[in-house]
Antibody, heavy 122, light 106 residues
């Protein structure tokens, strides 16, 4: 069973950046896409971007283009999401999730990390 | 962008009730739709994919139907563990989630 373990909570100032990690275990890494989804307090889920490490495929939601960078390190089976120019409304829980079909950047998400709370406050 | 809507936004029901949640897409997404269950403070859990395929380990009381622009998640007999928020997600064109349907106790 695939397990995704994310880094811990972060408290950031407006205008700064945050980098959240997602370490995968229990399955192969690189052939399945890893995606990032966030959820602001009391709000719905919001897709941010996806990476398929073996293919070098990276796609971002238009809303986050230019502000988000998703990378992956195959040697440690870890994906990263870097969000810059943080604003108060970036306060949310950030989740990583695995795309359920190998080599697909467009499929359902079958395994999720536990979530990382990012709080933006002055 | 494909817009997803869900109805109702909140549903009050009792244990044993049959529950239907509707999800609509602003354009055809064929059958590229998933349903997730989320409980407070927890990550979402995949229930249904490709509109009607039950994820392994998910109870048989959950089912999905529909294609094109209209989809339904059905819980045949609501159980205490099912009180949660449910989201639909399209993956025909990038990804997009519906606003959610909260199922609470009547």
């Amino acid at each position: 069973q695939v397990q995704l373990v994310q880094s811990g909570a972060e408290l950031k100032k407006p205008g700064s950046s945050v980098k959240v990690s997602c370490k995968a275990s229990g399955g192969t890494f690189g052939d399945y896409g890893l995606t990032w989804v966030r959820q602001a307090p009391g709000q719905a889920l919001e897709w941010m971007g996806v990476i398929i490490p073996d293919l070098g495929t990276i796609k971002y939601a238009q809303k986050f283009q230019g502000r988000v960078t998703i990378t992956a390190d195959g040697s440690t089976s870890t994906a990263y999401m870097d969000l810059s120019s943080l604003r108060f409304d970036d306060t949310a829980v950030y989740y990583c999730a695995r795309v359920g079909v190998a080599y697909s950047s467009s499929s359902y998400f079958d395994n999720w990390g536990q979530g990382t709370q990012v709080t933006v406050s002055s | 962008d494909i817009q997803m809507t869900q109805s109702p936004s909140t549903l009050s029901a009792s244990v044993g009730d049959r529950v239907n949640i509707t999800c609509r897409a602003s354009q055809s997404i064929r059958n590229w739709l998933a349903w997730y269950q989320q409980k407070p403070g927890k990550a979402p859990k995949l229930l249904i994919y490709h509109a009607s395929n039950l994820e392994s380990g998910v109870p048989l009381r959950f089912s999905g139907s529909g294609s094109g622009t209209e989809f339904t998640l059905t819980i045949s007999s609501l159980q205490p563990d099912d009180f949660a928020t449910y989201y639909c997600q399209q993956y025909d064109d990038y990804f997009g989630f519906g606003p959610g349907t909260k199922v609470d106790i009547k």
